[in-house]
């Protein structure tokens, strides 16, 4: 299985809207899936969005246990339709963002519809980890980074090195 190079900040389509899979994208999306989640253990990584292998596709993968039993789940046009008052703060860090992790606070608690590979349509309720990683790939559909809900000095504290990390691989921001 072809791995696929994940892109890192400061790559503009990291801040790109990913558009909705219409049956047109079947194949396509069938195709990518495997290969997304193929990467995203590979990294290693425990959720991979579509725009973060340069695909503008509203499509995420999530594993919440990659080392001992993989229990994959294939998000297709995933939204949040409910969320709850509560909050919750955890840790994030992200493929895009290799080496970089920050407290983040997010809803505790929500619910996602989506579709599967089939084209099914599916719904899912989750709080703790899988509450979180849920709203984080969404978020990556939206060009949303886990950086954007920091304050402005912790956020340009990490883009500086990021792109100072990019000028010494010989990548200018």
Partial sequence: ??????????DPRLRARAKPVTAADTDRVRDLAPQMLATMYKAPGIGLAAPQVGVLLRVAVIDLHPDDKPDPIILVNPEIVAESSERAVREEGCLSLPGHYADVERPARVKVRFQD???????????????????????????????????????NMILRKMNKEARLRGNPA
Avoid: N
């Fill in 117 to 155: 590979l089939t084209g099914a349509k599916r719904e899912i309720e989750a709080d703790a980890l899988l509450a979180t990683c849920l709203q984080h790939e969404i978020d990556h559909l939206d060009g949303v980074l886990f950086i954007d809900y920091l304050s402005a000095l912790k956020r």
């Fill in 1 to 10: 299985m072809d791995l696929l190079p994940i892109l890192t900040v400061p």
